[in-house]
């Protein structure tokens, strides 16, 4: 087993890869009661079109069948119940779907060897009839439409929707109940087969456990089972436009007070000699100044009653974008964009603010080893982000220059803006 020392944090994770293919993380800890256990496969909502195993023409599957997957992978072909497996040594479980990955998960104090196997098991042993999909099929509209009546929901699908062209980062996780019509248990299988392969999976346990005897007991429970030689997975190559689809909409729905979304659709082809990784940081970085809670624009506009709660920050990266999301709930949105539109058309950076926000980025990697949940939530980013473990962070952060700064922001446009406002009808 591999160790992988985490710079300047006195923190080790342990790695080894399997014969089949899969990756497992374990990060051990003695001071802590529970173990958190995740297995993850690199299975989100934006894989639609890619050549199944086996074939060599592309597929393209309805919207929401990562999603509906997730939900199918419960079923067993001996009828056990995995939820009273897991109740009965006290284990909590679930799973969930993003936009690049699908997440199964078990947390608890006990017999948490056997509930990984378990776990391994369940996820490695599909089972599809023609009847549990169509059992499976009523239980998700109705989540769908519990979705598209949630305001917050609605906000976060246009977001992405509107600033997105091409990308099938646009489309709803869930999908429509319309895409739920279209699938089957052939479809759900084509997607198992291609993607739930060891060798595209990975496993990460943090928590209190003997990683020697887990590791052994993992590698037999494997060796037991057969898979087929992994291909990669040829996906359809997209061309996304610099453009952002919609510049402004306005949703009507049932809410006490509007959601409003300022989204920045950021290119970074053209900015060169970066990672991505500090491209992120120093964007992360620079808004936070601009518009958290401590921020004279945030105080400002509380103070003039414009906005009463922080505005949240959210940013989400593709092979060539960047989309920055500025959200909060207001029913001054208008002035809110305004405002927003005018601190970006001309701000200066504090040095003093930047390596003050530079301190705060390295004190959260610090504290983030105080969670077995946190850290196992930092490795999965990191696999999911660039398939390894970052393991100097800090050095990462600390090399960042007001310089460097100032060179990215002159390439980057802050004024190709989407905004979403979702309100109840007057």
């Given at each position: ?297 945030s105080f400002k506009l509380k103070e003039e009653k414009i906005i009463t709660n922080n505005i949240d920050f959210d940013m989400l990266n593709t092979d060539k974008h960047i989309l920055i999301s500025l959200i909060n709930e207001t029913f001054n949105y208008e002035v809110l964009k305004n405002r927003i539109e005018e601190v970006l058309k001309d701000f200066v950076v504090c040095e003093k603010s930047f390596d003050r926000k530079k301190k705060v980025l390295i004190s959260n990697e610090l504290f983030g080893y105080d969670s077995i949940v946190v850290i196992n939530n930092i490795i999965t980013d990191n696999i999911l982000f660039d398939g390894k473990i970052e393991n100097d ?34």
């Open positions: 087993m591999k160790k992988i020392n985490i710079a300047k944090i006195d923190e080790e994770i342990f790695y080894d890869k399997l014969d089949n293919g899969l990756e497992v993380f374990f990060y051990p800890r003695e001071n802590c009661q529970n173990v958190y256990a995740t297995l993850t496969t690199k299975f989100g909502s934006i894989y639609k079109s890619f050549v199944p195993i086996g074939k060599t023409k592309f597929l393209t599957v309805p919207d929401g069948i990562a999603h509906f997957l997730e939900h199918k992978i419960f079923a067993q072909e001996d009828g056990e119940d995995v939820a009273l497996f897991f109740e009965k040594s006290g284990t909590s479980y679930n799973a969930h779907t993003s936009l690049k990955s699908t997440t199964y998960e078990v947390s608890g104090p006990n017999n948490m060897i056997q509930n990984i196997l378990f776990l391994l098991d369940y996820v490695q042993s599909p089972y599809f009839t023609l009847e549990n999909v169509e059992m499976e099929k009523g239980i998700i509209k109705e989540e769908i439409n519990m979705c598209n009546d949630n305001p917050w929901n609605i906000l976060y699908d246009k977001i992405r929707y509107n600033t997105f062209k091409e990308d099938p980062i646009r489309y709803s996780i869930s999908g429509s109940t319309s895409d739920i019509d279209k699938i089957n248990k052939e479809l759900l299988y084509e997607c198992y087969n291609t993607f739930y392969h060891p060798s595209n999976m990975f496993l990460v346990v943090t928590g209190n456990f003997d990683k020697e005897q887990l590791l052994k007991c993992i590698k037999e429970n494997q060796d037991k089972k057969n898979f087929r030689e992994y291909k990669e997975v040829k996906l359809k190559k997209i061309k996304e436009p610099n453009s952002v689809y919609k510049k402004d909409e306005i949703v009507i729905c049932n809410t006490n007070i509007p959601k409003f979304s300022y989204n920045i659709k950021v290119p970074i082809d053209n900015i060169k000699d970066i990672s991505k990784r500090k491209l992120m940081l120093y964007l992360y970085i620079v808004m936070n100044i601009l518009f958290d809670e401590t921020s004279e624009f962070i800090i050095s990462i952060i600390e090399s960042l220059n007001m310089d460097e700064l100032n060179k990215i922001l002159k390439m980057i446009d802050f004024t190709n803006v989407s905004t979403v406002v979702v309100k109840k009808e007057l």
